[in-house]
């Protein structure tokens, strides 16, 4: 999941920065990308966990005195106008994901709501007709938010700002860092959102029923957002029926525990984000 080629890896002045280390080794052990055994989903919330505590760090990182000395000194270098404006891109991206993660979680539990009420076939299609608006804007806004995140990835970094004691580039280089793999992550997050609406063609149901039997929707390898793709398309080429509705609920719920997962990370990532803006700009403009 973060696997980016030019991602370097951080050596700290220990003395300095103790907490550097501790941030170096959790930086590792994200990169190291050690694969959930569960879906991508569960792979992403887990990667937002690490992240967050990443977070924390680099926050522990900013209360100490040397390293707000060496950031306040330098208040009109291009480095530090870039992680003042980057994060407010991050801050913008991890709200906007959250928003529009939250927006088709209402919308399966309507689904959800309408194919347990069963009040006849035009009820259910209506809800999955929804749904699949949700999905396609999800997809529309996923699509922008992944531009701006792709974005700020390839922008080019200023060169390193030597100081009398070569404080500012430890402390920068340490925050370029964990924006780099939290970028990686937010890329992660947005690829799997962006996964393509499949257009409506009948899917039959005996296909559909054969796949759920052999656990193939159940494979890790396959989104949640596939798996109920694939069987919303398999009744609405059909009438609704108890096998159909079992299914179809079972995935929606699934799905809806993914996205309360996801939702979750970012509401905690987006809350860390404010804290770390707040103390740069204390920092910086204090």
């Not at 080629?5 to 990169?31: C, D, F, G, M, T």
């Not at 792709?150 to 030597?162: C, E, F, H, V, W």
């Not at 080429?237 to 179809?248: F, N, P, V, Y």
């Not at 996801?262 to 103390?279: H, P, V, W």
């Amino acid at each position: 999941m973060t696997n980016r080629s030019h991602v370097r890896s951080i050596s700290l002045p220990s003395r300095s920065y103790p907490a550097a280390l501790k941030i170096e080794k959790e930086l590792n052990k994200i990169r190291s990308g050690e694969k959930s055994s569960g879906s991508m989903t569960q792979t992403i919330c887990s990667g937002l966990s690490e992240l967050e505590g990443l977070h924390k760090s680099m926050d522990e990182l900013l209360s100490l005195p040397s390293a707000q000395q060496a950031l306040s000194h330098h208040v009109n270098e291009r480095q530090v106008d870039e992680l003042l404006d980057e994060s407010v891109r991050l801050l913008d991206v991890c709200g906007s994901t959250r928003d529009v993660i939250s927006q088709l979680k209402e919308n399966a539990q309507d689904l959800q709501s309408a194919l347990r009420r069963r009040k006849g076939d035009v009820c259910v299609q209506s809800g999955i007709s929804s749904y699949i608006c949700s999905r396609k804007k999800m997809n529309k806004d996923g699509k922008k938010l992944l531009a701006a995140i792709k974005k700020m990835d390839n922008k080019d970094r200023a060169s390193p700002i030597l100081d009398q004691d070569h404080q500012l580039p430890a402390v920068v280089g340490v925050l370029e860092e964990v924006n780099s793999i939290t970028i990686s992550i937010f890329q992660a997050l947005l690829l799997l959102l962006t996964t393509p609406v499949p257009k409506r063609k009948p899917t039959r149901w005996s296909l559909v029923s054969k796949f759920v039997h052999k656990g193939i929707v159940k494979d890790e390898n396959v989104k949640e957002l596939e798996s109920v793709d694939f069987i919303l398309s398999a009744i609405s080429s059909g009438r609704t029926d108890l096998e159909k509705m079992q299914i179809a609920h079972e995935e929606l719920e699934t799905l809806q525990a993914g996205l309360k997962g996801l939702e979750n990370g970012l509401d905690c990532m987006f809350r860390r984000l404010i804290k770390t803006r707040a103390s740069l700009l204390n920092i910086v403009y204090h």
